[in-house]
């Protein structure tokens, strides 16, 4: 038994801030004085406040650190570990004026979520098997390993009413039923570890956080349906989250949890990991498929589902890291106590990966019903530096904008669409007033027509197509009548693309022309940027009247764009000007404006 | 990357036991490409004849592998790979200026390597350090929060 333990935070972004040289440093100094049989150093998975990251908790008293740096684990030590005082200066507040909170549960970013799919996650090593189980890990397999039938399982996820996470939506009950059903020696359950959507980190957290939970589920849907080998495809982005399942695949492995005969039955079950190499198409099912195949990541039409002929030609179910990550409480906990969560066609919770312009950036795991406007303001702490809240884009390249006027929709699959963007994946990124919505379309679209792999012409040529009108439009270039032609483009590859992708490459237009029709207008028949965003139409200059001549704005131009005489009014050369905006930070007296 | 002979034949060494212990797994070509790629850091045209062989395929489809995917480089890298991530939320907060200024430092466009073989540019979809955003990696190095006056000095740390 330890007396005390550190759980610092090992997920990508606190990694990215040296996390680790922290959890070095914690581990010399408690070794120095002599705390190695009463202090446990443990590397976690991602606590979701990345804002504030680097992340470290200690426990029992549960104090909260952010954004510590390697300098500061010796104050820790000697004062929280050596005399059990809370370093308070250290400690995360969410208000500078009342330095309140010292533990997890008293912080406004945790108080509105529920963390079920994250459950583990900054609660565990990931790297220990014996921790997972400890949180009733594998217990859900071996029950329904021994003591349910593939079909009392099957019911089971059907009558929680989980539905697909990646984005769809799709019933997952129905699709294990699907595949039971099918005829086959052979059968494949596949996991979509293939994140694409730009801001979107969730299923990379729980792969990095709580690996286990996504093995086991697989193992539970391969008895569901009768399937002996899995695949987890995951994007080679993520070399964190590939280390901890190879890992976690191991130990599993050497515990009897895969492999032949699990918990002493009849039922073998084995997983291998698939690494992707950058395509974007790949998170889409039947090109994820191909691709495990070692071939050209490229769709194909459905019918034939997976469920009928997926990899290797073979029944194959296929689902998404966080749908597989639900699985194992929903066995543990019943059907019934899933349920009661959510909306009525939407059961659980969703996790949103939050970022872009917010105070909060992270991961949240909220109740399926919750607003968007609780999300971003009461969890998600609102829109820094004062700035006003413009849109919020879900479904990353294919989804769409959220307005300020619909701020108040509560969240599920149904309702998003209506509103004209799409549950996703669930990134959510924040945009505030600097941002331009044309710009944000033409980003979008410059990212499905990069990423379009060119099978049909719809979705090859038409994003094309699309995406020249918008830069004509974002340089000033715009015509009367592009707006029509956008539409007309839309239109036809939503109906005619093949896959996923070309189906809803149209989408982040078509919403952004519905809730902000006028900027568009603006830059075409104005030559304005309203955000003061696009370059081509931007100009910054100094207001003469404001300048006091410091000169700080021409020490801090990159291109030198700036000159002037000390304790005179400065002027930027408008032909030299990169439009960067670095001036206009530095400028003690607000002088600096872009229009 | 330049590798000398030895180095080279010690690669095709690994790449061959590589290939040997998994050309009978269920679609093989994609992990043996990306060992390969590891190993060289690219995959040249030998290379890629080198796996069809073994595999008993056409060049062509091992080509059309490393030309579908992003990762795959027919080209040998610099000494440094430098990535600007342009995902959404990076975006958002001013990647795009960073990364122009990256080009503008180097004097090379993005997807490219600068003349002296020193930097390879490339902009990254989703790091998925969205906190840090704007996000810059050099090597494993991750630089984040930027704004692009923080370029310059960055890169001289590698120049």
């Known amino acids: 038994m330890y007396r005390s333990h550190v759980m610092v935070c ?36 991602c606590f979701g406040l990345c804002e504030r990251g680097p992340i470290v908790v200690i426990y029992p008293e549960g104090a909260f650190y952010a954004r510590i740096t390697p300098e500061d684990v010796d104050r820790i030590v000697s004062e929280h570990l050596l005399k059990g005082r809370v370093v308070k200066d250290l400690i995360y507040h969410e208000n500078d004026d009342k330095p309140t909170n010292t533990s997890l549960n ?6 509105k979520q529920h963390r079920i799919a994250l459950r583990n996650c900054g609660m565990i090593d990931p790297e220990n098997i014996d921790e997972y189980i400890a949180y009733d890990g594998y217990k859900a397999l071996g029950k329904c390993l021994t003591e349910l039938t593939r079909e009392e399982v099957i019911d089971i996820v059907k009558k929680s009413g989980l539905r697909g996470r990646g984005g769809a939506g799709f019933p997952t009950g129905m699709k294990w039923e699907f595949g039971y059903k099918s005829v086959s020696d052979q059968k494949y359950v596949v996991c979509n570890g293939d994140e694409g959507d730009p801001g979107a980190f969730m299923d990379r957290s729980v792969l990095e956080g709580d690996p286990h939970s996504v093995l086991e589920a697989m193992a539970i849907a391969g008895y569901a349906v009768g399937a002996s080998q899995g695949y987890i495809y995951v994007r080679a982005e993520y070399p964190i989250a590939v280390k901890r399942l190879e890992i976690a695949i191991g130990q599993a492995r050497e515990y009897g949890l895969l492999g032949k005969n699990i918990f002493g039955t009849d039922f ?5 990991i698939r690494l992707g190499a950058g395509a974007f198409v790949c998170g889409e099912e039947t090109a994820l498929l191909t691709s495990i195949e070692g071939r050209r990541g490229e769709p194909r039409p459905r019918p034939p589902f997976p469920a009928v002929k997926g990899v290797f030609g ?8 966080e749908t597989y990550a639900n699985i194992p409480v929903i066995i543990n906990k019943g059907y019934e106590w899933f349920s009661q969560m959510g909306t009525e066609k939407c059961k659980g919770t969703k996790v949103f990966a939050l970022g872009g312009k917010i105070v909060n950036t992270g991961l949240v795991e909220v109740p399926m019903g919750t607003t968007v406007r609780e999300i971003i303001y009461d969890i998600g702490g609102g829109i820094p530096n004062g700035k006003k809240f413009k849109a919020a884009q879900t479904g990353g390249p ?14 599920d699959y149904e309702s998003l669409i209506a509103i004209g963007s799409m549950m996703g994946s669930g990134g959510l990124i924040v945009m505030d007033e600097d941002n331009c919505m044309v710009d944000i379309a033409k980003f ?3 990212f499905t027509a990069d990423e379009s792999c060119g099978k049909c012409t719809p979705c090859r040529v038409g994003t094309r197509r699309m995406l020249e009108i918008l830069e004509r439009i974002t340089n000033g270039e715009g015509r009367d009548g592009d707006i029509e032609k956008l539409e007309q483009l839309a239109k036809n590859i939503k109906a005619t693309a093949l896959c996923g992708l070309g189906q809803t490459a149209p989408n982040p237009v078509l919403s952004t022309l519905r809730y902000f029709r006028d900027e568009y207008e603006a830059h075409i028949y104005e030559k304005r940027c309203p955000a003061g965003h696009c370059k081509k139409l931007a100009r910054v200059t100094i207001d003469p009247e404001k300048c006091i001549g410091c000169s700080l704005c021409s020490k801090v131009c990159p291109v030198g764009a700036i000159s002037g005489k000390v304790k005179s009014p400065f002027v930027i050369d408008q032909s030299k000007c990169i439009k960067c905006g670095a001036c206009m930070e530095k400028c003690p007296r607000g002088a600096i404006s872009k229009k | 990357m330049s590798l ?11 790449l061959n036991a590589f290939i040997e212990e998994h050309k009978n797994d269920r679609g093989p070509l994609m992990k043996i490409m990306q060992k390969a790629q590891d190993l060289f850091g690219y995959l040249s045209l030998e290379t890629q004849t080198l796996i069809a062989d073994a595999l008993h395929v056409p060049v062509t489809e091992v080509y059309g592998v490393a030309t579908f995917y992003a990762q795959f480089s027919l080209q040998p890298k610099g000494e440094h790979v430098l990535g600007v991530c342009t995902g959404t939320a990076c975006y958002v907060k001013g990647s795009a200026a960073v990364l122009e200024e990256v080009e503008r430092e180097l004097n ?7 003349e002296d073989g020193k930097f390879t540019i490339q902009a990254t979809r989703c790091l998925g350090c969205c906190g840090l955003a704007p996000v810059m990696v050099i090597d494993e190095q991750v630089y984040g929060r930027l704004v692009p006056a923080d370029v310059a000095g960055i890169l001289d740390k590698y120049r």
Not at chain 1, 106 to 111: S, T
Not at chain 2, 108 to 114: D, L, Q, R, V
């Open chain 1, 268 to 272: 073998s079950f084995d997983i291998e």
């Open chain 1, 444 to 446: 979008f679209l410059e």
């Open chain 1, 398 to 411: 294919s989804g769409g904008c959220i307005p300020a006027s619909c701020l108040d929709t509560p969240i």
């Open chain 1, 106 to 111: 008293d912080i406004g970013f945790y108080k």
């Open chain 1, 10 to 45: 090992g997920g990508t972004g606190c990694t990215s801030s040296r996390s680790l040289e922290i959890i070095q440093r914690f581990e010399e100094l408690i070794a120095a004085n002599g705390l190695s049989d009463e202090v446990k150093v443990v590397r976690t998975g």
């Open chain 2, 4 to 14: 000398t002979n030895e180095q080279k034949e010690q690669n095709y060494a690994a």
């Open chain 2, 108 to 114: 090379c466009k993005s997807g490219h390597t600068t």
């Open chain 1, 314 to 321: 073979k029944p194959t179910v296929l689902n998404n890291v």
